[in-house]
């Protein structure tokens, strides 16, 4: 029996993928490649148990082995590149999760749904519990993204509920590492592309705003016991480790030793100004807790980026 990983040719689905092989699973990565790359890919491609599918998960889904495991991770998952591929952002989460869901009551798959932090919006609560509900826009420039996050977690917990399907669902906070497109916008991969090319670094505001990021190892050891666990709700999975923008930064100013100076530009509308996980949920349910510094995981996404910037 094989797991099926939806958006496997990304840059966490790549990771995923990485270690469901390392475990001994046999891994088929479906990925119609619109913010993936083969590049992500190649090395798993070489390795016996991997097979890669270059589809549309929002179409009907080709045929495919016997599974005992569904990940749904496609989805553009960066402010500007969900925003371009708006329509696709809402039908992925949706359209795409039904059909994955569908194929998990067919072959009595465990389903596992990438939600994300984005779910509580602005957040009143801080740091954030998974009972939070959220502050959410639903017609913001982040609905299509946020909206569809909370739609694909409402569906999944009504597969669990009406037809019995065993599912789980991890709220992921920010996440960085090896293999993210340094064109994607996210902050993390912004600021290390504009150190490496000297060119000034952008910062949002006054860059008092905070997140929490984490490196992808964590998280992809955070996923993989949720998806072992016994527990159906959702779990954050994130480090809490707050950062402002600024302290960001100035750590990358450090850690390239570049000659880019700061400057500032406006916020964003429905920016988010603080985000932090509350993840007692996760250390009592799984034992997990972040172990990688961040520190230690800009260093070696530094020199990833070294190589493709
Ligand atoms: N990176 C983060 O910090 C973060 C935070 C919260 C949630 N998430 C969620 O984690 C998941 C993975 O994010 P990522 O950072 O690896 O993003 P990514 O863009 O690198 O990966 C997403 C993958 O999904 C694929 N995809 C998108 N639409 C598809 C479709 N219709 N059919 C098939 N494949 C499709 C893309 O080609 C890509 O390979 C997403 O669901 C995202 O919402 C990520």
Redesign the pocket.
């Known amino acids: 029996m094989a797991i099926l990983v ?8 790549s990771h995923l993928c990485e270690r469901l092989l390392n475990d001994g699973y046999e891994v088929v990565c ?8 083969e590049m ?1 890919i190649a090395a798993l491609r070489q390795r016996r148990g991997f097979t890669f599918v270059n ?4 179409e009907p889904l080709p045929e495919l082995p016997l599974l005992e495991q569904i990940y ?7 402010p500007p ?1 969900y925003q371009e591929f708006a329509v ?1 952002t809402m ?2 989460n949706s359209e ?1 999760a039904y059909r994955l869901l569908e194929l998990a009551l067919q072959n009595r798959a465990r389903f596992f749904f ?5 779910v509580y919006g602005d957040p009143l609560e801080h740091p954030q519990r998974e009972e939070y509900r959220g502050n959410v826009s639903m017609i913001g420039p982040r609905s299509m ?1 946020d909206e569809a ?1 909370r739609y694909g977690e409402a569906l999944t917990s009504t597969y669990a509920r009406s037809r019995g399907l065993e599912t789980r669902i991890v709220r ?5 590492g090896p293999r ?2 340094p064109a ?1 916008g ?1 902050v993390v991969t912004n600021f290390i592309a504009q150190a490496l090319r000297n060119e000034p670094i952008t910062v949002y505001g006054d860059g008092s705003q905070t997140r929490s990021f984490q490196y992808v190892s964590d998280l992809v050891e955070g996923i993989v016991r949720l998806m072992a666990s016994n527990y159906s709700g959702p779990v954050n999975i994130g480090n809490p480790e707050e950062y402002t923008m600024l302290q960001l930064a100035d750590l990358v100013q450090q850690l390239t030793g570049t000659s880019s100076e700061i400057v500032f530009r406006p916020l964003p509308e429905d920016d988010p100004r603080q985000r932090k996980p509350d993840i007692t949920l996760a250390s009592r349910e799984l034992g997990w807790e972040p172990c990688v510094p961040v520190v230690d995981g800009l260093r070696r996404t530094i020199e990833y980026l070294r190589t493709v910037v």
Do not use: C, Q, W
């Open positions: 939806a958006g496997g040719a990304g840059f966490i689905g479906v990925d119609n490649l619109v913010t993936g790359a992500n589809h549309d998960i929002i749904h991770l496609a989805s553009p998952a960066s590149v696709e039908r992925v795409g990438a939600s994300t932090s984005e993204y996050k992921i906070f920010n996440t960085f993210m497109d994607d996210r």
